[in-house]
Every structure is written in C-alpha cells, then in structure tokens.
C-alpha cells in the first residue's frame, strides 16, 4: 500500500503515460514506486516520467526494445561501487543509465538504487555540475576542415550552430576509420548544416 505522501506526489500524466505502455509496464510501475519513495516530485517531460529536486532533473525512466532504464541526468558524478552505471554512447557526457529486463530485477536492487537516487539528489541539493567537454577540445576531421576551408559560408553557419550540435557532427564525422566514409559523411551533411540545421534536426 503507498503511502499519502506519494500518493501526494503522484502525476496524473504519468498515469496516462502508463496506462498506455506496451512495453515494460510494470517494470516502469516498480520503478515509480522507488523514486517516488525517495521524495522526488514527478513529472513528464519528453514523453517519459521525469522526477525533479526543487525543478531539477534528478533521474528519468525510459524504455528500449531490449530494456528499460532509470537515467540519471548527472550519473558522470555519481560513486559506483556497484558498476551498475552505463554510459549510451561515447557521445554522452554527464547521463549515466542503470538497465533492467524485469520487474525483479528491479526489485532486487531496489535498496541500492535508491542510494543512487539519493546521492544524485545530494549532488543536485550541494548545485555540482558536470565539466562538459567543450567544443573545440574535439578534433576537426581533416576531411570536414578542407569544406570548411572551402566553403567560407559552411564555416559560417558551423560556427552559428549550438555547441551540442557543433559536437554531434564532430563526433560523427570522426566514427569511421577510412577517410573515404568520412568523406562522404561530411559532403551528406554540408548542405544541412549552411540551413542551420543540426545531425538529427528534420
């Protein structure tokens, strides 16, 4: 039975958002349950149940194909002695993510989850933040240097874009190892980038 503090704190839209999964419900229920008990405030926020600290992403609850996770927006920071932390993808700086196939899985670890949540909730309360890596600490592929060389107007609108989309192209361009898929990559993109445009924006 839940309590009426977490009652309280429940959020009629992730309510709808759950009654609508087709996938993980139940695991997503079980894990609610969890961040609810640590006193964070609920919220949905791009489509998924996000728990905030005084309007702070704290954690964030998502589902896969292959699994659900519980996000953890400054998990760069976080202690792990338990290695439970998973970085997506090279290009993700701060996030971390803790990664489950069932419900009691989740159950499982349950105690030691909720220290996590109350160490990220700590390093949100003391206002730590995560040292991004900036911008021009990423290598210019050489094949993207010679357009830009080039095209004095792609130089122009690369430098206009936001940093993240600065560095989703950067990273992308650098993936492959032959200079010839780089090439093609880099001259796929140019005429995305002279409209303003980011790697994954329509």
């Known amino acids: 039975m839940r309590d009426s503090t977490t009652k309280n704190r429940m959020n009629s839209e992730v309510d709808v958002f759950l009654r609508k999964a087709k996938k993980w419900q139940k695991e997503f229920e079980t894990l609610r ?7 964070l405030t609920e919220e949905l ?4 149940p996000c728990y ?3 309007n702070k992403n704290v954690v964030l609850i998502h589902g896969f194909k292959e699994y659900c996770a519980l996000l953890f ?3 760069a920071l976080l202690h792990d002695p338990n290695g439970i932390l998973i970085r997506q993808t090279e290009n993700v700086q701060a996030a971390r993510q803790v990664r489950f196939t069932s419900v009691r ?3 499982g670890m ?3 989850l909720k ?3 109350k160490q990220a909730m700590e ?4 206002g730590l933040k995560v040292a991004l890596k900036k911008t021009s600490e990423y290598k210019i592929p050489a094949e993207f240097q010679l357009e830009l060389d080039k095209i004095p107007a792609l130089k122009t609108a690369f430098d206009a874009l936001t940093p993240g989309r600065q560095r989703a192209y950067l990273f992308y361009f650098s993936q492959p190892k032959q200079s010839k898929t780089r090439e093609s990559r880099v001259e796929k993109y140019v005429q995305k980038i002279l409209k303003g445009k980011g790697l994954n924006d329509e």
């Open 45 to 48: 926020k791009w489509g998924q």
């Open 110 to 112: 349950e105690t030691t």
């Open 33 to 39: 349950k969890i961040v609810l008990d640590c006193g």
């Open 115 to 117: 220290t996590y949540i």
């Open 123 to 126: 390093v949100e309360k003391a």
């Open 105 to 107: 899985q989740i159950a």
């Open 52 to 54: 905030t600290l005084q």
């Open 73 to 75: 927006f400054k998990g």
